[in-house]
């Protein structure tokens, strides 16, 4: 029997369960999205310990995860809370960071390319690295500043440029590839300008990688991501709102404009601090929403499907450059160019034969 829209709006989705609490507290939960989640950290957290347990050293799983528990031996201790717990925890907080970037930026622009990588956030980061490495032989600390100050400046005039009594879709991606386009101009007159030490050092930076990373790189990101997460998910209903469009989402209530400025923000501090502390790590942005997505079967965002989304895939890819290459390894940003490079030819010809580009 045909049943009226307002009949099916009041039926649950398939999939989601209200559950209420004391005082009339409900709150919707989308079992399939809470289990993808659940899987996504279990195979972050497993291929984090066999991780920690690759190298000239090897450590067996269940040694590490010893070690961790306060139970290892001296020489282990130092080897896993030492060398590679530090590299591990920034390879989580990176990918977790440019999930949710690229979630937020993708939600805002409403455009499965609306990602960092597409929108020179990248690029921009990648140039002011690059200002502190050629013009000023800086430091790491220096080249962490310079890589975050170029991210923010570039987000400041993406924002600035696409703004037209708002920013919307195509526009802030169009914007986006016009800026890249000239940070990428930059990055190259800049390396043609450096000695041969600066420019095989940019050149290592600039590819995204996780060597050589400890504790100084991993407590600012976790500091910075402790922040960011809670604030973006307070604003999680009224960025799913605007997928409906700028008029319903007033007459709803929602302030559109404030919302969409405070994600951007958020999203462009997250995608510049995860610059700054590994490179520009390719393509995890853009793939890993629409993985999560695909994964959950959802509408909206899915902001902690993306966060978590990431995090597994930069642990694992970083896994995979240090286990599939013999001795020859891989900075983990070649690796998730590669597999980022093929899912973008893909997700390209799947938009255009659905007449969306």
């Known amino acids: 029997m045909h049943k009226t829209g307002r009949e ?28 993808v989640v659940v899987l996504l950290v279990a195979a972050a957290l497993a291929a984090s310990v066999v991780l920690i347990g690759t190298g000239d050293f090897p450590i067996s799983s269940g040694d590490v995860v010893r070690t961790l528990l306060g139970d290892g031996d001296a020489g282990q201790e130092f080897v896993v809370n030492e060398l590679r717990l530090p590299r591990v925890l920034v390879g989580l907080l990176v990918g977790a960071s440019l999930g949710l970037g690229g979630a937020l930026f993708q939600a805002v622009s409403r455009n499965p390319l609306g990602s960092p990588d597409v929108l020179g956030l990248g690029q921009g980061a990648t140039a002011g690295a690059l200002v502190m490495i050629v013009l000023f032989s800086g430091s790491a600390t220096q080249v962490t500043v310079g890589a975050l100050v170029g991210g923010l400046v570039t987000g400041a005039l993406i924002y600035l440029l696409a703004w037209r009594q708002g920013v919307h879709g195509y526009r802030l991606v169009l914007v986006g590839i016009g800026v890249s386009a000239v940070a990428t101009a930059v990055n190259g007159y800049l390396l043609t300008k450096a000695d041969f030490v600066d420019a095989a ?6 590819t ?19 922040v960011l997460v809670p604030l973006v998910l307070a604003h999680a209903r009224g960025l799913r709102m605007t997928e409906m469009g700028d008029d319903v989402s007033h007459a709803l209530g929602v302030r559109v404009e404030r ?12 995608t510049a601090a995860a610059t700054a502390a590994a490179g520009p790590v390719g393509f995890v942005a853009l793939t890993a929403p629409q993985l999560a997505r695909r994964l959950t079967r959802s509408p909206g965002p899915n902001l902690v499907p993306s966060l978590c989304m990431g995090a597994a895939l930069l642990v ?6 240090q286990r599939l290459f013999g001795d020859g390894q891989l900075p983990v940003g070649v690796v998730t160019g590669v597999l980022g490079g093929a899912y973008l030819l893909w997700l390209l010809v799947t938009e255009r034969r659905a007449g969306r580009i």
């Open 8 to 35: 099916a709006a009041r039926r649950p989705s398939r999939g989601r369960r209200a559950l209420r609490g004391p005082g009339g507290l409900s709150v919707r939960l989308d079992v399939r999205a809470l289990v």
């Open 201 to 206: 050092r940019a050149v290592v930076w600039m």
């Open 208 to 226: 995204g990688t996780l060597d050589g990373r400890d504790w100084k790189q991993v407590w600012p990101l976790l500091t910075l991501v402790c």
């Open 259 to 270: 919302v969409r400025l405070v994600v951007m923000v958020a999203a462009v501090l997250l």
């Open 316 to 321: 694992t890819a970083d896994l995979a450059s």
